[in-house]
């Protein structure tokens, strides 16, 4: 199955740009914390948006039939408030924080990143994953219910809902933090067909590993293509998930993360504001 969505990819990965477009991103900062996530520097080459039409108008050949979301960095702007709080935990220990490091973590479980946490740190005897978890948890408690939809995401979600699109979120997040972080935006949950959380019984391994994106997709009302099969992701484990589950993919990194983790994705967005339903077989935006 992965092969349906990698034959069109082979000619276009001897392509020397295939990294995509766009606009600058319009983005809201929450005002209490101000990471940053994309800038104007972020601009890509106009010989990009080309190679990116191409891209896209192979996998419109298709024609996506269903869309799954990521959440976390995606649909909402938590990841900041990882980072915060992953800086504070390593401001103890006189350390700081990358995004070498930010780029094995995100995406993943909770316990897997904590586990990469400590290792990469060099914390191993001096705090356990657990300890850590714990300690990060407490912080994020009190950050998650303020977490707000990142730039084009009401319009992108109300407009593939109007248009009876299915689609479903595939989140690495537990259902107690889920629930923290979505209080406030039910309306663009609630039009979701459903949602797989990171402690779902049928995720046995979480992402890099396919499993979330295949019961994602077997819990479609029928039986779907994954190569009819759209993914937004942030996260380099959520791409490489997503393509080892033979979906297309469309990520929308943060402007910190290095461009080397861009290669597996098909499309490359600055912001769910520049997405072209229609380069990729979906009804287009009519305002
Ligand atoms: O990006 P998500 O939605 O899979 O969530 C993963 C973690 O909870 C945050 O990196
Ligand atoms: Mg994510």
Redesign the pocket.
């Known amino acids: 199955m992965a092969s349906r969505a990698g034959l069109f990819l082979l000619p276009l990965a001897f392509l020397p740009h295939r990294r995509p477009i766009s606009l600058p991103a319009l983005r809201h900062s929450p005002p209490s914390l101000h990471l940053g996530r994309r800038s104007s520097s972020h601009l890509l080459m106009e010989k990009e948006a080309a190679t990116a039409t191409a891209t896209a108008t192979e996998a419109a050949r298709r024609r996506i039939t269903h869309v799954i979301f990521?959440?976390?960095?995606?649909l909402l702007d938590?990841?900041p408030f990882?980072t915060l709080v992953q800086e504070k935990v390593l401001e103890r220990f006189n350390k700081t924080f990358d995004w070498s490091l930010k780029a094995k973590?995100?995406?993943?479980k909770?316990i897997e990143?904590a586990r990469i946490f400590v290792e990469e740190c060099g914390l191993t005897g001096v705090l356990t994953p657990e300890e850590f978890l714990e300690e990060r948890e407490g912080l994020l408690q009190e950050l998650f219910p303020s977490c707000q939809l990142l730039p084009g995401v009401d319009r992108l979600i109300s407009h593939l809902h109007v248009n009876q699109i299915p689609m479903c979120v595939?989140?690495?997040?537990y259902k107690q933090?889920f629930d923290l972080k979505t209080q406030r935006h039910g309306e663009i949950f609630s039009m979701m067909h459903h949602i797989v959380m990171?402690d779902d019984p049928d995720v046995k391994h979480g992402?890099p590993s396919p499993d979330i994106f295949q019961v994602a997709a077997n819990r479609f009302e029928r039986n779907v293509d994954p190569a009819d099969i759209l993914v937004f992701e942030?996260?380099p484990a959520?791409v490489a998930a997503a393509k080892s589950a033979g979906m297309w993919v469309v990520m929308v990194p943060d402007e910190r993360l290095d461009a080397s983790h861009h290669k597996e994705a098909d499309q490359i967005l600055t912001s769910l504001l520049d997405f072209s339903p229609s380069l990729w077989g979906l009804p287009p935006f009519t305002k």
Do not use: H, I
């Open positions: 990521d959440m976390d960095g995606l938590s990841e990882y973590l995100m995406g993943k909770a990143s595939a989140t690495g997040s933090t990171g992402k942030d996260a959520g």
